[in-house]
């Protein structure tokens, strides 16, 4: 009786992945045990008129969307896997440009960048071609932009379908819902860095997009250009959210190695990068491991 019941109420709390109504969406920061695991929660906010948290699992690092009813409080535990990984990432010395994690320690972590494009359509290939030569579902982080996702949105649910039939298993990682950026401006004044950024609301306004088409946003997020300071680095890790960099740019011509974090675009704004991996993947390139925690990822 009493496992019906908890599968009647996990029924209820599977968002379904249509248009949700949000509202009070808020950062918060305090820990609780739900479902008898310790977490972290992250967000308050009320969907479709339900009070809803979105939590870390303090151990798999995995988020989740949760009942607010469901949890009980407990002191925090600052030793806890996510938080000596979020640590890890806001870290001094905070260089201009690809702060926080650019190394898992092992495994191959691809990551596809979604920055606004004004290109029609989406690089498909790139996401066939994975599916295509590794173990499916393959894990890949897309860190999207809101913009993108508005002017892409035959792409977006093209990738939604990829996730569905088992062929990609997506993390939604957090790239700023505007991602503003000046052609011709230095890097100090640019992406994040603008004199007109608003951060905070850019970061959680992404997360209420993804939220109201129904997907749950990961705790990782990667800076506009990689373009941080130690200010917007800290503001990031106030919001419980991870920084993630790259050590294989690979239209930059940096080599995978073991640990690396991939980055290509997936918007066509970068084709080269695309070349690249596709003609890795094709000489036995190793499986792709999902950015979940690993004992030793570097900076
Ligand atoms: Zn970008």
Redesign the pocket.
Known sequence: MKSKFKYFLLTLWTLSLSAHNLQNYKAVNYCGTYDNKNITVIRDFIIDGNKSLLVVDNNSLQTKIIPKTRITKTECDNNSEYKKFLKLSHLPPYPLQNDGITNIGNGIHITT???PSSKKGYEQRLYIGLAKYLKRPVPVTI?V?GRWIKKHPKAFDELLDMQKDGNLSITWGN?TYR?IYHPHKSLKQNFVLSPEERFIPDILDLEKLLISKGLTPSLFF?F??LVSDKKTIEEVAKLGLITIGSDAWLAKGQKPKNGSIILV?GNKNEPKGVDILLKLLKINFPYATSIAFHKNHNR
């Open positions: 960048d979604m920055c860190f932009s790239h991602h990667r506009p250009g675009h």
